[in-house]
C-alpha cells in the first residue's frame, strides 16, 4: 500500500533563505508523487508532479523536487523564500492502477520571516 | 477554464440535520473527486467518479454520506444526520482520465461545522 510521510509539521525559514520541506513515500508500484499547496480557507493548487520522466522535476514560484529512489525521497526546495510562499504544503502518492486516487502527508506548514 | 467551482463555501448546521454540497468540476474533466480534510491533516479520499459511474468509496463514507454524479458533470455530496464528527472541509477535484499521472485539479472546498 501506497503511503506518504511528511518529516517536520512546521517549518520556519528567513525570507530570502533556502526553504526545504522533506517528504518520504512508500509504494509497492513505481510511484507518481506530488506536490500541493494550500493557502487559508482555499482549495489545494499543483506545485509539481513526478511521473518518472526526470528525477529533478521543475515547478511553479521556482520550486522543485527530486525524486530518490535509493531514499524514497521527494523533497521539497526553493532557493530563495518569499513572504507570499507562507502556506501549507502537502505531498502526495497516486495510488495507481486504474485509479488518480491521491494520498496525502499530513502536511508542512511553511512560516516565512521577514 | 473556469477551475473548479464549489457551493457553498461555509455551511454552519445543527446535529441531526442533512446537507448538500455542490462541486462543478472543469468542463469536459471526466473525473471527480472527493476528499474530506480536517484540521491539520491532509485530504482523506471519500469517492470519485468517472463519468456518471461512481467507481470507488472509501470506508470513511458511512452510509450517512451519498454522492451522485447523475450526467456526469457536476457533482453532489449529502451528509444526513450530521454529527459533530462530520466538521470538516470537504475538497472537490476534477481531472482528465490519464491512470495516475493524471492531474487533480482542486475547488476551494466546503467548509462544515456541525454544532
Known amino acids: 500500500a501506497q503511503s506518504v510521510t511528511q518529516l517536520g509539521s512546521h517549518v520556519s525559514v528567513s525570507e530570502g533563505a533556502l526553504v526545504l520541506l522533506r517528504c518520504n513515500y512508500s509504494?509497492?508500484?513505481?510511484?507518481?508523487l506530488f506536490w500541493y499547496v494550500q493557502y487559508p480557507n482555499q482549495g489545494l493548487q499543483l506545485l509539481l508532479k513526478?511521473?518518472?520522466?526526470?528525477?529533478l522535476v521543475k515547478g511553479i514560484n521556482d520550486f522543485e523536487a527530486e525524486f530518490k529512489k535509493s531514499e524514497t525521497s521527494f523533497h521539497l526546495t526553493k532557493p530563495s523564500a518569499h513572504m507570499s510562499d507562507a502556506a501549507e504544503y502537502f505531498c502526495?502518492?497516486?495510488?495507481?492502477?486504474?485509479?488518480?486516487?491521491?494520498?496525502f502527508g499530513q502536511g508542512t506548514t511553511l512560516q516565512v520571516k521577514p | 477554464d473556469t477551475g473548479v467551482s464549489q457551493n457553498p463555501r461555509h455551511k454552519i448546521t445543527k446535529r441531526g440535520q442533512n446537507v448538500t454540497f455542490r462541486c462543478d468540476p472543469i468542463?469536459?474533466?471526466?473525473?471527480l473527486y472527493w476528499y474530506r480534510q480536517t484540521l491539520g491533516q491532509g485530504p482523506e479520499f471519500l469517492t470519485y467518479?468517472?463519468?456518471?459511474?461512481?467507481?470507488?468509496k472509501s470506508r470513511l463514507l458511512s452510509d450517512r454520506f451519498s454522492a451522485e454524479r447523475p450526467k456526469g458533470s457536476f457533482s453532489t455530496l449529502e451528509i444526513q444526520r450530521t454529527e459533530q464528527g462530520d466538521s470538516a472541509m470537504y475538497l472537490c477535484?476534477?481531472?482528465?482520465?490519464?491512470?495516475?499521472?493524471?492531474?487533480?485539479?482542486f475547488g476551494p472546498g466546503t467548509r462544515l461545522l456541525v454544532l
Open positions: 467518479f468517472q463519468n456518471e459511474a461512481q467507481l470507488e
Open positions: 509504494s509497492s508500484v513505481p510511484p507518481y
Open positions: 477535484a476534477s481531472s482528465l482520465l490519464f491512470g495516475p499521472q493524471e492531474t487533480q485539479y
Open positions: 502526495a502518492v497516486a495510488v495507481g492502477g486504474n485509479t488518480g486516487k491521491l494520498i
Open positions: 468542463s469536459e474533466h471526466n473525473r
Open positions: 513526478y511521473t518518472s520522466a526526470a528525477t
